[in-house]
């Protein structure tokens, strides 16, 4: 049981590329979520997943877009990255919103923008 | 606009004190919380939740306080011990709202020497 994994843990890109962060969990959680946490701001939301098939936009959407074609994964894509999207991007998920369940969390992707 | 204020970027303990960390919430809906802890290169793990029906809640040497008054919440370790070096972060949502989507605070940066 692997938990909540992402793919790259780094990766570097140039001004302009595009690049898509891979989540995978192995809990069957329908919830799925992905936080980019910035010095001093805490984790911020961009895009979540209530569901396979279902997507909507968090607090930071702006530049990133999301699939959930298979319920154990939840892919972030940089159609065209930018110095400010340098962060780094956690994964998690979770099997129940309105309980106390919480969200378990991958171990992090360090994105260079240059 | 925070909406979770951990005012203490850090903070630092003896082995064997207690270790207080604090957050400060604006939004009023705010019913349940949570705490997170995190170590370097891994994502953040769950430690304790309280709910808004509780002013306390209890777990082995980590108790959590709620004073829904002053919208204030801390975290309290007991005795305190090198391996709770770490940053913690705090969490809130709104049940009501959609989803119940985590707002959370930028962090506190524990280290606990012996």
């Known amino acids: 049981n692997a938990g909540v994994t992402q793919t790259p843990k780094f990766r570097v890109l140039k001004t302009g590329q595009s690049m898509t962060l891979l989540c995978a969990q192995d809990?069957?959680?329908?919830?799925m979520y992905w936080y980019r946490q910035d010095p001093g701001m805490g984790l911020r939301l961009i895009h979540y997943?209530?569901?396979?098939?279902?997507?909507a936009k968090g607090e930071v959407p702006d530049g990133y877009n999301v699939s959930r074609l298979k319920k154990q994964n939840f892919l972030l894509g940089l159609e065209s990255a930018a110095p400010s999207q340098t962060s780094v991007y956690f994964c998690?998920?979770?099997?129940?919103?309105?309980?106390?369940?919480?969200?378990?969390f991958g171990p992090g992707t360090r994105l260079t923008v240059l | 606009d925070q909406q979770v204020k951990q005012n203490s970027p850090s903070l630092s303990v003896q082995e064997g004190r207690i270790s207080i960390l604090n957050c400060d919430y604006t939004n009023s809906m705010f019913d349940y919380f949570l705490w997170y802890k995190k170590y370097p290169a891994e994502g953040p793990t769950f430690l304790i939740s309280i709910s808004s029906i509780k002013d306390k809640n209890e777990d082995g040497r980590f108790t959590v306080f709620l004073n829904k008054s002053a919208k204030h919440l801390s975290l309290h370790i007991v005795p305190s011990q090198p391996g709770d070096s770490a940053v913690y972060f705090c969490?809130?949502?709104?049940?009501?709202?959609?989803?119940?989507?985590?707002?959370f605070g930028a962090g506190t940066q524990v280290v606990v020497t012996p």
């Open positions: 997943s209530v569901g396979e098939g279902t997507t």
């Open positions: 809990m069957n959680h329908e919830y």
């Open positions: 998690a998920s979770s099997g129940d919103f309105f309980g106390t369940d919480t969200q378990y």
């Open positions: 969490a809130a949502r709104e049940s009501a709202d959609s989803w119940g989507k985590f707002q």
